[in-house]
């Protein structure tokens, strides 16, 4: 199973948005809504932001959105803080039953 | 409250055994499918396998299947990994993690542990 692709890096000033894309296969993103992603901080666990491609979990800022289209899922946030600065992770549901991640996106605030 | 603790890692050498261990607290363990992740050092998160709450399915990433088993103890609330034939390329941080959603599972993960290290090095 490949790994999903993700943008290596992004960056966006305070207050503005980004996105994160997260490229699969119709054998992954695009066969399923179980579309996950997750941000995370140096030398931490990562935190689940958003799941079903696009529910946040209780107490996660509704400044963090998801979405899908095709075999691509997509991760916006809005309003950029400088406590969003972290590494962010999309995961999908295969066709094999298992769970494949992406490489990683690294988000940098200006 | 809510909560994972991993045990078990350590260096071992190419070839040995190890064996994980997860205990979890503060919900009903054995409504929930439980997950293993790992991240090597420097890396990304790459899923290793999934237990269903019940322990009736049990599926793995094709780099460990094999050689790594995934069991739960509900009557214990602990979780495992047992790994078997380990390679260097198994040297990672190993998280156990719980499926977002009871029974069903949605394969997404809202509770992690703190990660445990394991090295593989002669």
């Known amino acids: 199973q490949s790994a999903l692709t993700q943008p290596a890096s992004v960056s966006g000033s305070p207050g503005q948005s980004i996105t994160i894309s997260c490229t699969g296969t119709?054998?992954?993103?695009?066969?399923?809504?179980?579309v996950s992603w997750y941000q995370q901080h140096p030398g931490k666990a990562p935190k689940l932001m958003v799941y079903?491609?696009?529910n946040r979990p209780s107490g996660v800022s509704n400044r963090f959105s998801g979405s899908k289209s095709g075999n691509t899922a997509s991760l916006t946030i809005s309003g950029l803080q400088a406590e969003d600065e972290a590494d962010y992770y999309c995961?999908?549901?295969?066709?094999?039953?298992?769970?494949?991640f992406g490489g990683g996106t690294k988000l940098t605030v200006l | 409250q809510v909560q994972l603790v991993e045990s078990g890692g350590g260096v071992v050498q190419p070839g040995r055994s190890l064996r994980l261990s997860c205990a979890a607290s503060?919900?009903?363990?054995?409504?929930?499918?439980m997950h293993w992740v790992r991240q090597a050092p420097g890396k990304g998160l790459e899923w290793v396998a999934i237990?269903?709450?019940?322990?009736?399915?049990?599926y793995y990433a094709d780099s460990v299947k094999g050689r790594f088993t995934i069991s739960r103890d509900n009557s214990k609330n602990t979780l495992y990994l047992q790994m078997n034939s380990l390679r260097a390329e198994d040297t990672a941080v190993y998280y156990c993690?719980?499926?977002?959603?009871?029974?069903?599972?949605?394969?997404?993960?809202?509770?992690w542990g703190q990660g445990t290290l394991v090295t593989v090095s002669s």
């Open positions: 993690a719980r499926d977002v959603v009871a029974v069903a599972g949605h394969d997404a993960f809202d509770i």
């Open positions: 503060g919900f009903t363990f054995s409504n929930y499918g």
């Open positions: 237990i269903w709450y019940d322990g009736s399915h049990k």
């Open positions: 119709s054998s992954d993103v695009g066969g399923y809504k179980y």
């Open positions: 079903d491609v696009t």
């Open positions: 995961s999908s549901y295969t066709s094999s039953s298992t769970v494949v």
